[in-house]
């Protein structure tokens, strides 16, 4: 298996501008998470998905901050509209029942 | 609610010698807990975990953490360090139970040549 993938590896926009994230899990992991790292913060969970449900998004900062898994295979987060705060890097990473979480290589995303 | 603290922000050794990253947790119920390295610009990579059983735990690269529930620890070890074992080191728990990973601040290694 190829991994977490994630896309794009590096984004640049404008303030006001949507953002879509994109994650491709490993084959046959039933947790998706979001994480976003931050100097200041760390690493933050920001939601969590067990068999495509969206299990707990108390971690979404914002309303402007919206995820979605349409399927076991695809998963997207989204901002709409961002703001220069929000530069950050951004992993989604999944696991197996829950076990070791294994991270994809993250998109590091810039607002100007 | 789960947290984990790792108390260094910076370790250095000299290669060859013994590498301890330090982590502390905190849980209501039984823990999960993890080791995982950050390379510059790269995903997180997964080094080890404790689930239950033996208390010393072997994991990639010649790393080992130890369990210990009365001091709620899980210190990282490696017995020789390498230059190329410099990377950022986290530690993270979860409770059973609760799917949710809480990683620490992360510790900076640098292994001198």
């Known amino acids: 298996d190829a991994g977490v993938i994630q896309s794009p590896r590096h984004e640049v926009t404008e303030m006001g501008q949507e953002v879509t994230l994109r994650c491709k899990p490993i084959?046959?992991?039933?947790?998706l998470f979001w994480y976003r790292q931050t100097m200041m913060r760390g690493l933050e969970l920001l939601i969590y998905f067990n068999n495509n449900v969206p299990i707990d998004d108390s971690g979404m900062p914002e309303d402007r901050f919206s995820a979605k898994m349409p399927n076991a295979s695809f998963s997207t987060l989204k901002i709409q509209p961002s703001e220069p705060r929000d530069s950050a890097v951004y992993f989604c990473a999944s696991s197996f029942f829950g076990y070791e979480a294994f991270f994809g290589q993250g998109t590091r995303l810039t607002v100007v | 609610a789960q947290s984990v603290a790792q108390p260094e922000d910076q370790v250095n050794v000299a290669e060859g010698n013994p590498l301890t990253v330090k982590c502390t947790y905190s849980?209501?119920?039984?823990?999960?807990l993890f080791w995982y390295v950050q390379y510059p610009n790269r995903g997180l990579q997964f080094l080890l975990k404790y689930i239950t059983g033996d208390n010393l735990v072997k994991g990639s690269y010649g790393f080992e953490a130890e369990f210990n529930k009365s001091q709620t620890s899980f210190h990282l070890k490696k017995p020789s360090a390498l230059v190329s074992d410099s990377a950022l080191y986290f530690c993270a728990v979860r409770d059973l139970g609760d799917y949710k990973l809480s990683f620490g601040a992360g510790t900076t290694v640098t292994v001198r040549a």
């Open positions: 849980v209501s119920g039984n823990p999960y």
């Open positions: 084959s046959g992991h039933d947790y």
